[in-house]
């Protein structure tokens, strides 16, 4: 089941597959950290 990351506005700023188990995340406004990978919205 995939991931959907949105935004405040309800945007979706990015889907992921994620695969069973738990992921550490974290989001600055600026950059999404998922199990240490990071994403930046261009």
């Given at each position: 089941m995939p991931a959907i990351y949105k935004?405040?506005?309800?945007?979706?700023?990015?889907?992921?597959?994620?695969?069973?188990?738990?992921s550490t995340c974290a989001y600055n406004g600026r950059v999404l950290t998922i199990n240490g990978k990071e994403f930046v919205r261009e």
């Amino acid at each position: 089941m995939p991931a959907i990351y949105k935004d405040m506005s309800n945007t979706v700023l990015c889907t992921i597959d994620v695969p069973g188990g738990d992921s550490t995340c974290a989001y600055n406004g600026r950059v999404l950290t998922i199990n240490g990978k990071e994403f930046v919205r261009e």
